[in-house]
């Protein structure tokens, strides 16, 4: 293991050298850093461009400029930005959290939702539901982000028009109702007596709860209140329970039950701690606490969940993260009147340029959360469709697999229900292969999404390749290119031996 | 996600180096040997249902519903002549809706697009044939194209187009004539792309399988070194490379005239140089099993040269992930190339990109909407129909991918047979009266 480990490290570091060394003569054939000046038409030109060969050292041969820049990566030195004159090691963390901030929502998000229909799209295989999504994640994946992300850009222009002075436009939320009563019909399944039912309820909860949106003006006054918390909160009690434990165990549900009625007990207590530490609250307390919220969970579903502990610690958990969430985005909201109010948001819900609004800094945790948010909608958006996509063609494809397999016929030949067929025995096995997706994705966020950050002006890794190449900083360029490459090998390693955990089959030879 | 829009084709199998899979090889390798089995009665097959389902797809009258319970006897019986594997292929093909969907999209557009503009010398039957003319603007600008009046346009009885379809930008471009042109351009970028990858990805790929030793070793190490970053910013730099060299050390004007002037198909080739590796890598492992197998060995004892060996007998095997990947390959080639275009590393004037028309309109897009709705609508539709007919090959020649008859199909065939039964029944019974 040891070897293998020292082994890969070694081909890494040697591959990256080879990398480095091709690209930065490429670079520097490709970048051209006195073509402003060659155009330039005063008259000290001649000097000027005596100067810059000087300081950029273009006398030189690029193979020596190489060894120079390989002699000061190696101190830790990773130059420096000439048209700025800021060292890059300034630059990197700024970006790359920017970066990260886009990405890891979305990617979170389109992992969540798209393993979960590609699931449900497999098992309802040659279904209308199957075609439809099958279908629109083709077209999801053949779509150019930069197409979409404009379209998605001028959508929020207007879409803010719209939000000043909302009126229902009834016939849009019917066919949206339709579509989604259809989508919850198609994907729960059934009888045909069953599915209509789905859709009927689907349809009207889908339309009521649109129309009461927009007809109380509730985007620019949201509230969740204790109640909605209840309500979201009892809705993933009962799928979860009735997904991962089944109809007939009793002490799941009560350790699910247990763990909302704890997070609704602390519902009052937390907003006096939310208020009272806005100002030194961060986004990693908020991770923190997000754990304990897990550590309770597992803790309730292990102490009361009987003979199937597995089953209620799963309850627990996704009951125990969704109050979680209704808590905190019930305290975000109740923040948004005061920030729509705020001089420089003049009333405008969706941003579409930047990261922040400029200069904007309310020293409130919960404020800065929200302009966050609300300019990380968009491009997140663009994001999570291309995401989406990939994420349901891979998981369907992979759950196709294993339901075709011997042992999910043997299991369904004992007489097990379906239910536990599809998430005792084949769940489990269909989501191994995202083990080698999800730690590429993950780690790959700190490269950016260069096409997004482009257009919605976000400055993170993808804008500052972008604009660096453009500027001819070879510096800029090549860290962002040492940084995105070790960072790609070190995830295929990862995805490797995670692969190789998960999956008996695979040894791993030293 | 620095590949936000070039996810790599996850279906396909990862190739997990110093890791050992012990899993049964994925599909079928297409070989007369196997063929030979799908002719004959092999009663252990068709129980697997594969003669059955070859049949119901024939003509659903031979459905024989014993087959699909399995019963094991008398199987033969649905099964008919001898098919050769490429025309096994070919029928599936043909029958794949979603990749006919997609020929019929791609040759459309593909024929508006060369019917339009001509093609090199050749004139079209669009009366503008200079996409970078300018005109005086007509109406605003607005398109001139319209529905008939019955399906809510306002263009009288038939559909009328006008003198300019799509419209004009403020300074009387002819959007048509741009979105045409830009079409053609995709279509050479992604056919000159297609070429290349298949080229390098099919020599470097059968060589590494077949000869493994240093050569596989110099392919692996190439291709981590090349899958290593994300292929938009490669093919950033490079397209940056192209765009600088000339200027920079001042070549002649008629070398830089025609290196401007020959752009797509440099971009077309770097961009095959940049994505060759995974179809390379892809091959080089079904050759690595292919080279093991029965014929190989059996064609070296005939006295065959190597070379004979991996063009006759091991390549021909290979195809279905030939053509399948580099079909896929190509629908990404499409996008990746007007996302440089449109990032301004990839083509620029004197031809047209549809990424770069979006790039230049996207300012636009509340005063003239038709500038940037067009050349969208045209990338989607040129991606999206390459990705189904990828998807169709990819169904055609993985002989897993079958699809059941459909229930009604099953329920209809299950009653013909009782049908029949209760007919024998009865008139066994009347003729012993």
């Not at chain 1, 799928?239 to 434990?245: D, H």
Request: proline residues 4%; aromatic residues 10%.
């Amino acid at each position: 293991m040891l070897r293998f480990l020292l082994r890969r490290f070694l081909t890494m570091l040697g591959i990256l050298l080879v990398i480095s060394f091709v690209l930065y003569g490429l670079l520097s054939l490709a970048m051209d850093p006195l073509d402003n000046l060659r155009q330039s038409t005063s008259p000290n030109k001649e000097q000027m461009i005596a100067a810059r060969i000087r300081q950029l050292h273009l006398d030189e041969s690029w193979v020596t400029r190489y060894f120079s820049w390989l002699k000061h990566i190696l101190t830790g030195d990773l130059g420096t930005a000439w048209q700025s004159g800021q060292p890059v090691a300034k630059l990197l963390p700024s970006a790359i959290s920017t970066s990260v901030q886009l990405v890891a929502v979305a990617t979170i998000i389109s992992a969540l939702i798209g393993v979960t229909i590609g699931v449900v799209s497999a098992l309802r295989q040659y279904s209308a539901f199957d075609y439809v999504i099958t279908f629109v994640s083709f077209v999801l994946y053949a779509l150019p982000v930069f197409w979409v992300a404009v379209l998605l850009k001028q959508s929020g222009i207007n879409l803010n028009e719209y939000l000043r002075h909302p009126s229902p436009n009834y016939l849009l939320l019917g066919i949206v109702a339709v579509v989604a009563g259809l989508f919850w019909a198609g994907m729960i399944g059934g009888s045909l007596k069953r599915r209509a039912i789905i859709f009927a309820s689907a349809l009207v909860v889908t339309f009521g709860a649109l129309a009461y949106v927009l007809a109380t003006n509730w985007i620019a006054n949201p509230q969740i209140t204790i109640v909605g918390v209840l309500v979201v909160g009892l809705a993933a009690l009962l799928a979860s329970w009735v997904i991962l434990a089944g109809r007939k165990n009793r002490r799941a549900l009560i350790a699910g039950a247990v763990t909302l009625v704890i997070g609704l007990a602390l519902y009052f207590p937390l907003q006096f701690f939310f208020v009272g530490s806005r100002q030194m609250l961060n986004h990693w307390i908020i991770l923190a606490l997000m754990l304990v919220t897990v550590l309770v969970s597992v803790a309730v579903g292990w102490f009361l969940g009987g003979d199937d502990r597995g089953a209620a610690i799963g309850v627990t958990i996704t009951t125990g993260l969704v109050t979680a969430l209704m808590i905190y985005l019930d305290h975000l909201f109740s923040w948004f009147h005061e920030y729509l109010g705020d001089g420089q948001i003049r009333g405008r819900v969706i941003s579409t340029i930047g990261a922040q609004t400029p200069s904007y800094n309310p020293q409130n945790y919960w404020l800065s959360t929200l302009d966050m948010f609300t300019h990380a909608l968009l491009p997140s958006m663009a994001l999570v469709l291309i995401g989406f996509a990939s994420y349901v063609r891979y998981e369907r494809g992979a759950t196709l697999e294993v339901l075709s397999q011997d042992y999910i016929r043997t299991a369904r030949a004992k007489g097990l229900p379906e239910r536990t067929v599809v998430v005792r025995h084949a769940l489990r096995n269909a989501l191994m292969p995202l083990a080698s997706v999800i730690p590429v994705d993950v780690i790959s966020m700190i490269g950016g999404a260069v096409l997004t950050e482009t257009i919605f002006g976000w400055s993170g890794m993808g804008l500052l390749f972008i604009t660096s190449l453009r500027q001819s900083e070879i510096d800029v360029v090549m860290a962002y290119l040492m940084i995105t490459g070790l960072l790609a090998m070190i995830a295929n390693l990862v995805a490797d031996l995670l692969y190789g955990l998960l999956d008996p089959r695979i040894r791993i030879d030293g | 996600m620095s590949n936000d829009n070039f996810p790599e084709d996850r279906d396909q199998s990862r190739d997990i180096e110093d890791l050992e899979l012990e899993q049964p090889k994925r599909g079928m390798p297409i070989s007369e040997n196997t063929q030979l089995d799908e002719s004959t009665d092999n009663p252990v097959r068709d129980v697997e249902g594969v003669s059955f389902d070859e049949a119901s797809e024939r003509d659903e009258e031979l459905v024989d519903p014993d087959l699909a319970r399995g019963r094991g006897e008398g199987v033969g019986e649905a099964t008919t002549e001898a098919e050769s594997q490429a025309k096994i292929v070919r029928r599936r093909f043909f029958h794949h809706l979603g990749a006919m969907v997609g020929v019929a999209t791609f040759i459309c557009v593909a024929l508006i697009s060369l019917l339009s503009m001509g093609l090199g010398p050749i004139r079209g039957l669009y009366h503008n044939q200079e996409p970078l003319a300018l005109h005086d603007v007509e109406n605003d600008g607005a398109p001139t194209m319209h529905l008939p009046s019955w399906l809510g346009g306002h263009g009288g009885g038939w559909f009328t187009f006008g003198k300019y379809p799509f419209g004009q930008d403020e300074l009387g471009h002819d959007n048509f004539a741009q979105v045409m042109a830009g079409i053609q351009t995709s279509l050479l970028v992604m056919i000159v792309f297609g070429i290349v990858v298949a080229i390098i990805g099919i020599v470097i790929g059968s060589l590494a399988g077949f000869y493994r030793g240093w050569i596989d070793t110099i392919l692996m190490r190439l291709t981590d070194a090349v899958i290593t970053l994300p292929v938009l910013v490669i093919g950033a730099v490079l397209g940056k490379l192209l765009a600088t060299l000339p200027v920079k050390y001042n070549w002649p004007d008629s070398v830089q005239t025609a290196i401007t002037n020959l752009m797509p198909l440099e971009l077309a080739l770097a961009l095959g140089l940049i994505y060759w590796p995974s179809l390379a890598r892809l091959l080089r492992a079904e050759v690595l099993s292919l080279r093991e197998r029965e014929f190989v060995d059996s064609a070296r004892v005939a006295g065959a040269s190597n070379f004979r060996i991996i063009t006759r007998h091991v390549l021909p095997n290979a195809t279905g992930i030939i053509i399948v990947n580099v079909t896929l390959l190509m629908s990404l080639a499409v996008v990746l190339e007007t996302a440089l275009s449109y990032l301004q590393f990839g083509i620029s004037a004197p031809n047209v990109s549809l990424g770069q028309l979006i790039s230049q309109y996207q300012s636009a897009f509340s005063t003239r909407p038709w500038l940037f709705w067009w050349p969208g609508l045209f990338i989607v539709l040129l991606a999206l129909s390459v990705n189904f007919i990828g998807d169709g090959l990819r169904d055609a020649f993985d002989p897993r991918t079958k699809r059941a008859p459909s229930k009604r199909a099953m329920d209809a065939a299950f009653r013909a047979r009782d049908a029949k039964a209760t007919v024998a029944a009865t008139t066994s019974t009347g003729a012993a009266q």
